[in-house]
């Protein structure tokens, strides 16, 4: 006898959901320096807001540590928390990456405006909570696209999921 395999050999094709929308506010970063990898900087993190199925505001505690490169992808390691407007907590911690060519790049470390399409950013938030109300973000991947604003990034974040679920 042949057993059928078909459903058990198909790889199920995600879905993209979109959940919240983040718009964080910025200092001016910190220089380390050239540390031979790229230019370490440390962006504080100031401000911002948390829309979508959650709503609130991004607490002042948190920053950025970009590995700011030339030539190849800027390694972006975000790590803050959020209140949401009914008082709970949540702490972030986003990699991802921001790649565009050198003279896209240098205008947007001047902080001068540049069209979203020069610049690829995507990245991969992670969540922890102690609100059961909000274990769904403890429970599933997540991507980002991000756009660099002058004073800061918008992040649009959706949960992965299989069209099953």
Known sequence: MVEDTTQQDTVPEPSFEHVLDLE???EEPI???DTGDGRRRII???????SGRIDGHVIP???DYQLFRVERPTELVAKYAFETDDGSRVYVENEGIRYAPPETKKRLRDGEPVDPDEVYFQSTPRFETAD???EWLTQSVFVASGV?????????VYRVYYSSQ
């Open 61 to 63: 505690a948190g920053a």
């Open 31 to 33: 220089e380390i320096g």
């Open 44 to 50: 504080p993190i100031v401000d911002g807001t948390v």
């Open 148 to 156: 660099r604003q002058p004073k800061g990034v918008k992040l649009a």
């Open 24 to 26: 964080i506010e910025v």
């Open 132 to 134: 059961p109300d909000l």
